[in-house]
């Protein structure tokens, strides 16, 4: 089938985080709800549409947020809840399609073209999704429709909040032509500026500029920017990519200077990572180590497992060796950022009858029972405890 024949859904749930604090403290219902680090160097993971219209936006420091918003209501984000209702909604999209690219928790493109001849119209499939996701969680997704990623996407930012829209390839040239050309996926600062300079500034005036004058001024090849200025985009949609590596990482307040509180912390981020992991039935085999120097200087440490594994203890084992040669190896080591992530993933193995199951494996068994029951949290290793009072 030509790719741009297919039929693509894009999914983003509105102010994610923020809606979610909203749900489960109805109290905060039109109010401006800002979630982030809240902390000196904090910054904005997610706003609601209230804070917005202060000027509060994503990725903002939180200092120049409370400045433009100071009654606003500050809230730390609560990544595991996060991920049990990301969870959810993910579970949602697979029943539609196996071919489901995540791109953050919030957020996918849904390749449906093969589900239309059981599950009817992408506008039926595309109305579906967003009610079950509404009954199965109670929050709002906007959903995009298209014959490709970059209009299904284009859809969906164009009518969120509680968007629904679809863009048609006949449509696709006069819908993209009035949008400024920074909103094609490509299109970065640089290039933007170049073609401001060149007069170009909507997505319109992109196509219809000369080929050869714009090869001329932006020195490189432009043909597949004018595709995407017409509505083509041939990317095909990766189900595998979001399963690439699960990561936690933390940034302190105050920077760490004591090994054994670092090792905390790592003990922590592992424990996070192999839940997900568990979650998906994924093993992993490559472990990785972030390790951030005040200011800005970031090393990273990487080590295989023997065997793939979703064990917070096997994962733990082979960090903290990392950590602790990084350490050291350092004259006054420091940390301003710590994290850690699992790679190199395989489909978790058929459980082996003869195979012993190891002690950590019952433990991490017993503490997902135990959090799914009583909340993310409540079972954590005994080390892990003194980042909860740190930091
Ligand atoms: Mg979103």
């Not at 041939?234 to 990482?249: F, T, W």
Request: hydrophobic share 40%.
């Amino acid at each position: 089938m030509p790719p741009d024949e297919r039929s693509i859904i894009h999914v983003d749930m509105d102010a994610f985080y923020a809606s979610v604090e909203v749900l489960d403290q109805p109290g905060l219902r039109g109010l401006p709800v800002i979630v982030g680090g809240l902390g000196p160097r904090g910054v904005v993971s997610t706003c609601s549409y209230e804070a917005r219209t202060f000027g509060v936006r994503s990725a903002m420091p939180i200092v120049q947020a409370r400045r433009l918003c100071p009654d606003g209501v500050y809230v730390w984000p609560r990544m595991a809840r996060y991920e049990e209702l990301s969870d959810q909604v993910f579970d949602v999209f697979h029943q539609v399609t196996p071919l489901v690219e995540g791109l953050s928790l919030d957020e996918a493109f849904l390749d449906v073209t093969a589900s239309l001849r059981l599950l009817g119209s992408i506008e039926t499939i595309g109305r579906g999704i967003k009610e079950a996701i509404r009954e199965r969680t109670g929050l709002v997704a906007s959903v995009g429709m298209g014959p490709n990623k970059l209009l299904a996407k284009l859809a969906s930012e164009m009518s969120k909040p509680d968007g629904f829209h679809r863009i048609t390839a006949q449509g696709a040239a006069d819908e993209l032509a009035p949008l400024p050309v920074g909103r094609l996926w490509t299109v970065g600062k640089v290039t933007e500026q170049a073609l401001h300079r060149m007069g170009i500034r909507t997505i319109g005036e992109l196509a219809a500029c000369d080929t050869a004058r714009l090869a001329g001024a932006l020195g490189r090849q432009v043909s597949g920017l004018q595709a995407l200025a017409r509505g083509e985009d041939d990317r095909c949609v990766e189900p595998a990519q979001a399963e690439q590596s699960i990561g936690a990482e933390h940034t302190f307040d105050v920077d760490v200077a004591e090994l054994a509180l670092a090792e905390s912390w790592l003990l922590r981020h592992c424990e996070r990572i192999a839940a997900r992991a568990r979650q998906r039935g994924l093993e992993g085999r490559t472990v990785t180590v972030k390790l951030r120097e005040p200011p800005f200087v970031t090393h990273t440490r990487q080590a295989q497992l023997r065997a793939p594994s979703a064990s917070a203890s096997d994962i733990y084992a082979v960090a903290r060796g990392l950590l602790k040669s990084w350490w050291q190896a350092q004259r006054r080591p420091r940390l301003r950022l710590l994290g850690a992530s699992l790679s190199g993933f395989a489909t978790e193995r058929q459980q082996d009858l003869f195979d012993a199951v190891s002690d950590a494996r019952v433990t991490d068994r017993v503490q997902d029972k135990i959090n799914l029951r009583f909340g993310t949290g409540s079972l954590v290793r005994a080390g892990v405890l003194r980042t909860k009072r740190q930091n």
